[in-house]
Antibody, heavy 123, light 109 residues
Framework: QVQFVQSGAEMKKPGTSVRVSCKAS????????INWVRQAPGQKPEWMGW????????KYSQRFLGRVTMTTDTSATTAYLALSSLRNEDTAVYYC????????????????WGQGTLVTVSS | QSALTQEASVSGTVGQKVTLSCAGN????????VGWYQQISHGAPKTVML??SLPSGIPGRFSGSKSGTTASLTISGLQPEDEAEYYC???????????FGGGTKLTVL
């Protein structure tokens, strides 16, 4: 079965960086894009961007341009999210989610999600 | 202000049929399929509908539809375990981003 296991909670100081991992299993990793979505306390989810493990093509949300980097390690079937210049407002649960594809067409909806990684930014 | 608008709260009794709506515009819902995600007690989201397709393992009482720029998630035969926050999302080609609605808190009375 499709499963994503994310790395553990992180405590970071403002101005530093964080990297979150997302280990995939149960399907061919390179066949589906991985999206990253974050959710601040009491807020709706917010899309950060996606990466295609097949060719490392990325698309980042304008809000995070310059601060976000998404990568994959296909041999380890793992996706990574790096966020730099952290601010208190980056405190959130970060999720990886697989993009849904059907009949060769993908539509930026998500079919499977990781369990989430809490990143707390505080001085 | 969200690109997608959902009711803040909806309630129903066990066995009742309830419909949650998600209103957008031609740049998003009018052009793309909508995903619906269930979040129970701030846990990880779970996908309950992809367009009008039911993901594997989701009960058949869930159904999805779209008319113009509004998508709907219907739960026929509400169960206590359906109590959750529900979010809709889709691609918005003018914003070049996936957008989420503000969420609907579904309460089972």
């Amino acid at each position: 079965q499709v499963q994503f296991v994310q790395s553990g909670a992180e405590m970071k100081k403002p101005g530093t960086s964080v990297r979150v991992s997302c280990k995939a299993s149960g399907y061919t990793f390179s066949d589906y894009a991985i999206n990253w979505v974050r959710q601040a306390p009491g807020q709706k989810p917010e899309w950060m961007g996606w990466i295609s493990p097949a060719n490392d093509n990325t698309k980042y949300s304008q809000r995070f341009l310059g601060r976000v980097t998404m990568t994959t390690d296909t041999s380890a079937t793992t996706a990574y999210l790096a966020l730099s210049s952290l601010r208190n407002e980056d405190t959130a649960v970060y999720y990886c989610a697989r993009e849904h594809c059907s009949g060769g067409s993908c539509n930026r909806n998500f079919d499977y999600w990781g369990q989430g990684t809490l990143v707390t930014v505080s001085s | 202000q969200s690109a997608l608008t959902q009711e803040a709260s909806v309630s129903g009794t066990v066995g009742q049929k309830v419909t949650l709506s998600c209103a957008g515009n031609p740049n998003n819902i009018g052009s793309y399929d909508v995903g619906w995600y269930q979040q129970i007690s701030h846990g990880a989201p779970k996908t309950v509908m992809l367009g009008n397709s039911l993901p594997s393992g989701i009960p058949g009482r869930f159904s999805g539809s779209k008319s113009g720029t509004t998508a709907s998630l219907t739960i026929s035969g509400l169960q206590p375990e359906d109590e959750a926050e529900y979010y809709c999302s889709t691609w918005d080609y003018s914003l070049r981003a996936v957008v989420f609605g503000g969420g609907t808190k579904l309460t089972v009375l």
